[in-house]
């Protein structure tokens, strides 16, 4: 066996012991849900900048502030998704300020930050909670503890745009885990008692989209967290009474701001080096795995959200090994000049029965 075939081995096996270690113990955070906490990775820092671009531009009359379930609907690299966004809400202003991963104190940070700064929109849509239930059941400190970040949301939004009308969305049904169904009912429970019926409304949709179980109907998610066409349109056929109700009729020239999108996607991505910047001095392009090893780590740990172990949505120590076995693949694969290892990766993490925000994630390295 030649010494790199030797090195390649020695680290596949350390590599794999630190993952099997991971399972031993799962740690809760000590970071309450109505802090806020920046994100730290450069794409989540790159789409803060774009979101506060956007609040600047154009004019907001509805404004959607929430996670991934609500980015994608308003989303340049949703193209199904915006068209649909488009064909709901054209006319009436609104602008899409979700972004994938966030919990409630990922939110909170990014409105303190100034997103929704000089917005004075007419009207907030909030959808947040469901990164913070993550994949496993909550005991009650953390049902109160995820009350009280959707309530200082709203705290939040009601200080920065008084005037807005805010409705407060249900967290949605998930499927990845079914256990967990009775800890957002209770949360739901729990963030109804914030409306007033009149400057905060309550919507929750669950009926439509899941039965009296929490067994999400065929066809309303993608892959049982997140919503698809017929779901998205599920929520917008529950929106748009009461924004009429609020704003009226929609006008027939939309001045919202153009949408955005995930930078990371985008022709030119600055977080990333293209080909021609990686060909010729480093052949795997550790920039962007720099940059981005915190979604593969996700990958290989099921960790499915990027703020789980600073919120305590679980498997912390499981992820902080993965992440440490990502990190060695990759700076072993580095020295060696390994490129092979890069393109077998996608095959060794695939197998898995990842969800697709992981899956979705990983696209990122490539």
Known sequence: MSNKRKMISVFVSVSLCLYSL??????????????????????SQLAHQQLLEKARRGRIDVFF??????????????????????????????????????????????LENGELDGVNPKVIVILAGTNNVGREPGDDARVADITRGVHAI?????KKARRATIILTAIFPRNDNLAVVPTIDRINKNIAAFADGKK?????????LAGPDGVLFDGVTVDKLHLSLKGYQIWADALKPLIRKILGPPSARDQAPPPTGDPSKSPVGKGKLDESQNRGRNPI??????????????AFSGVSEPRAVATGSGRTAKFISARIAVILFREVAFLIQGDFLIRSLPLAVLTDPLNGWARESFTMMK
């Open 154 to 158: 709203i705290d939040l939004c009601r």
């Open 200 to 208: 905060t409304r309550f919507l929750n949709i669950n009926d439509k």
């Open 65 to 110: 502030l929430g996670d991934s379930i609500t980015r994608r609907w308003g989303a340049t690299d949703y193209p199904d998704f915006l068209a649909n966004w488009k064909q709901n809400f054209s006319g009436w202003n609104a602008a899409n300020f979700g972004w994938g991963g966030d919990t409630t104190q990922n939110i909170l940070w990014r």
């Open 285 to 298: 392009g550790s920039a962007s795995w720099r940059s981005n090893d915190l979604y593969v780590a996700q």
């Open 22 to 43: 991971s399972g031993v113990s799962y740690a809760q955070s000590t970071i309450p849900a109505n802090q806020p906490l920046a994100r730290t990775d450069s794409n």
